[in-house]
């Protein structure tokens, strides 16, 4: 079963990965930075974007539909400020939302409600994804010192971890979520 859907879905879980592997290079980056809640943060979010890719393979294995991880470019590791991982963070969030998106119209498209409805999910995590990435750039604009945005980020809570839709609406992960 050969799909433009299905292609595209193979080429989100690489770009899940992506995502999970540029998080891990920016919680090391701020870690070097002796700024252990933003490294927390993105250590968490790194987990989560490998959790998707995982969920979306699942997904093409519970359909008989021949799952392949692709490969994934090199990452991001320098910046020039403590606010320029965050900017990058939105702009992938931003970028992934635009990829869920099409493939929910894409599985409209091609008459596929399994799809569709499978997309709805992450459709609704990426609404928490951009305005947790947001809220947290627009922290650090505001914040005199990084002090303030690791107080900020010890203090609240920011994001979901993936948890969005609760027990039961989140989609499993293949080989079980980190």
């Known amino acids: 079963m050969s799909t433009k859907f299905n292609d595209m879905l193979t080429r989100q879980i690489g770009i899940e990965f992506a995502a999970s592997q540029q998080y891990i290079a920016v919680a ?102 951009v305005a947790s990435m947001s809220t947290l750039l627009n922290v650090a604009r505001r914040a005199s010192s990084l002090f303030d945005v690791e107080t900020f980020l010890a203090r609240e809570s920011v994001g979901d971890s993936g948890q969005s839709g609760g027990s039961g609406g989140t989609p499993e992960a293949a080989g079980g979520a980190l």
């Open 28 to 129: 090391v980056w701020y870690d070097g930075k002796d700024l252990p809640q933003l490294a927390k943060h993105f250590y968490r979010q790194s987990l989560e974007e490998r959790n998707h890719a995982m969920m979306m393979v699942q997904y093409m294995l519970d359909r008989g539909i021949n799952a392949s991880i692709p490969g994934v470019e090199a990452v991001r590791n320098d910046f020039e400020s403590a606010e320029d991982p965050l900017v990058l963070a939105l702009e992938q969030e931003l970028e992934v939302t635009e990829r869920i998106k099409e493939l929910f119209a894409l599985a409209r498209a091609e008459d596929d409600p399994l799809g569709e409805q499978f997309m709805l999910w992450f459709l609704k995590e990426q609404v928490e994804e």
